[in-house]
């Protein structure tokens, strides 16, 4: 599976962006897909992730509530949508896929094998 992120940008705090993984190669319904973020000397973190279905979500505690994550498998992408955005929101983020039957979440790193080339997210105060 190769994965296309974009969506990244500028925006003030408060505001609301739309990240967006398109995938492409092999199927991508069997996939479970995550979201991470990366700042220079941290270490890339969970954000949020979806299974296969998308019956089933999960969020990093710092994001709940303002970002929602979603797919469509018929159109092979999947969508993290941000709102309220903070300062502490910038990152370099990334989306990532996984062969995972289970209809549920991955929220471990280094479980995921394919991965996006990262979109850059800045929020200014």
């Known amino acids: 599976v190769q994965l296309q992120a974009s969506g990244g940008g500028l925006v003030q705090a408060g505001g609301s962006l739309t990240l967006s993984c398109a995938a492409s190669?092999?199927?991508?319904?069997?996939?479970?897909v995550g979201w991470f973020r990366q700042v220079p000397g941290k270490e890339r973190e969970f954000v949020a992730g979806i299974s296969w279905s998308g019956s089933a979500t999960d969020y990093a505690d710092s994001v709940k509530g303002r970002f929602t994550i979603s797919r469509d498998n018929a159109n092979d992408t999947a969508t993290l949508q941000m709102n309220s955005l903070k300062p502490e929101d910038t990152a370099v983020y990334y989306c990532a896929a996984l062969l995972w039957r289970r209809d549920s979440v991955v929220t471990s790193r280094g479980l995921y094998n394919y991965w996006g080339q990262g979109t850059q997210v800045t929020v200014s105060s």
């Open positions: 190669g092999r199927p991508f319904s069997a996939h479970a």
